[in-house]
């Protein structure tokens, strides 16, 4: 199976570090540390096309550094600044990079970015209110007054396409690219299994039941924390009741067409980027 965008980290996650301050410390003073470069939280790139590094000198007045991981046995950190804002939306140029970094890169880029907005979206204790203090290398909050201990959350969205037929259910949202279709999609909601949220939203949206839901792989997506879940299910009938809240079309594509669109053919639809998991999603429904 192709590689879904924004997985194949190399960095190793060194969780040892994180239950450690004396190595942790270490790993603050090691001479070889580096700085993930960002402006803005955009990545910059080096004058070889690959995302860019610095040293730690480089690191804010006042930042806080949380440990990425370990490249090799070079600690890699990202800088938290106390004036920083999470970013509004998805900038294109980011987009445009992505398809520039070496494999793993975008993956290094998406858990800075992710904990990055966490930190910055959960500077209060959601227990008493109280400014909480980064522990645990960057990787947790704690509440100085009640000591309620706070970590990263990662968001679940069920990805999906509902297959009838050798066809495959397709969707448009409004204010979409001209012609872009991609997957269904939604968030999971507490007390539902995958299964179920896929039912759920293929009902919801198309007016489709389906069974036989089947995962297909799953991406983190870092605007700003979910995790893609991609599967596929079986629907019982082909009838479409559309929800125009949340769709503006939805179509049956047959897997040939599919495949040629994906293989860059002109067709019925626009495909989603690359970088998406639904792309991957319909690469793996297309092959059969
Ligand atoms: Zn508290």
Known sequence: MMTPGFT????????????????????????????????NFEPELDSAGRMAWTTLADAPEGSDLLLLG????????????????????????????????????????????????????????????????????????????????????????????????????LGRQHGWPQGRYSALAGFLEPGESIEEAVAREIMEEAGVRVSDVRYIASQPWPFPSSLMIACVAVAEADAITLDANELEDAIWVPREIVRAVLAGEQGPFLPPPPYAIAFTLLTEWAKG
């Not at 410390?25 to 402006?39: F, I, S």
């Not at 969205?157 to 297959?163: F, G, H, K, S």
Request: net charge neutral; charged share 25%.
């Open 8 to 39: 194949g980290a190399t960095l190793d996650r060194a969780d040892r570090l994180r239950h450690d301050p004396d190595a942790f410390a270490t790993a603050l003073g090691d001479w070889r540390a580096r700085l993930l470069k960002l402006e």
């Open 70 to 169: 370990l490249d090799g046995d070079k600690p890699c950190f990202a800088a938290l600044t106390p004036d920083m804002l999470p970013p509004a939306g998805r900038p294109m140029r980011m987009f445009a990079l992505l398809d520039q970094f070496a494999p793993g890169e975008a993956a290094t880029y998406a858990a800075a970015r992710s904990l990055l907005d966490w930190h910055m979206r959960h500077r209060f204790c959601a227990k008493c209110g109280t400014a909480t203090l980064i522990f645990r290398a960057g990787w947790a909050r704690t509440c100085p007054n009640c000591g309620a201990e706070h970590f990263p959350r990662v968001d679940p969205v069920v990805i999906m396409i509902a297959e009838h037929d050798g066809r495959a259910l």
